[in-house]
């Protein structure tokens, strides 16, 4: 969940219009929320850790409690398979009894694969945040060549996450016992235990790679640098005005 900052005096400011106000929300389960925002914050510039994925839950929410009431404060949690259909968009109007339209609905997912994660955070390493409308530009068409490199997403391993994060235990009981049920989750299999391990491709991204540049290419493991060359040559091989 991911909410911007509110100010001491919001509730005050806010009663100039309203005599009843409700804060409200969705709390996702800490792996599967850093998951979704690594790749998020990794679209716009370089993720020094883990760290900055994380949501803080305390730190983020406890401050809508003691400025709204907690009475006027209704969190719930993130969980597709309780949705209508499955979309949290029909779950939200349900809950708040909004009406909603068919054709408003547009469902997309544009997470990208493991292995276009692994090219992104190469070219990130290796650039940093885009400061320029060109560097913009380029990595817009970077990150839409990617959508089309399929296969698994990225995980977190258990390993990971406790060299990450130490001991976030408290945070996440905090967060349980005011939301009232459990965010406990399950890891998923081949989940990778450092960043590094993000310089390996598999076997299938290496063919894809192979058949946007025209030319066999080596295997490689663990070098960044090589995926970074990758990825220029392929987004110029796409655009050549990319490059310009």
């Not at 009981?173 to 459990?182: D, F, I, N, P, Y």
Request: aromatic fraction near 10%; charge should be negative; proline fraction near 5%.
């Amino acid at each position: 969940m991911q909410m911007k900052m509110i100010w001491p005096n919001s509730r005050v400011f806010l009663s100039r219009w309203f005599d009843d106000m409700q804060v409200v929300g969705y709390i996702r389960a800490p792996i599967a929320m850093m998951e979704s925002k690594f790749q998020q914050l990794l679209r716009r510039h370089y993720v020094r850790s883990l760290g900055d994925c994380y949501p803080h839950y305390r730190a983020s929410l406890e401050k809508f409690d003691s400025i709204f009431g907690r009475e006027s404060v209704q969190l719930w949690k993130f969980d597709p398979t309780r949705f209508p259909e499955g979309n949290v968009v029909r779950d939200f109007s349900a809950r708040l009894q909004i009406p909603l339209q068919q054709e408003w609905l547009v469902r997309a997912n544009d997470a990208l694969s493991r292995d276009a994660v692994s090219l992104l955070y190469a070219w990130r390493l290796r650039h940093g945040v885009a400061s320029t409308p060109e560097e913009w530009r380029f990595e817009l068409r970077l990150i839409d060549k990617l959508r089309a490199l399929s296969g698994p997403k990225v995980h977190f391993g258990e390993a990971l996450l406790r060299a990450e994060l130490g001991n976030i235990a408290g945070d996440v009981a905090w967060m349980e016992e005011r939301l009232g049920e459990s965010l406990a989750e399950e890891s998923a299999p081949g989940g990778i235990d450092s960043l590094e391990e993000l310089a390996d491709l598999s076997a299938t991204a290496l063919a894809w790679v192979e058949r946007q540049l025209g030319r066999e290419i080596a295997p490689v493991t663990g070098d960044c640098e090589q995926l970074a060359d990758w990825v220029e040559e392929l987004v110029w091989k796409a655009d050549p005005a990319a490059g310009n």
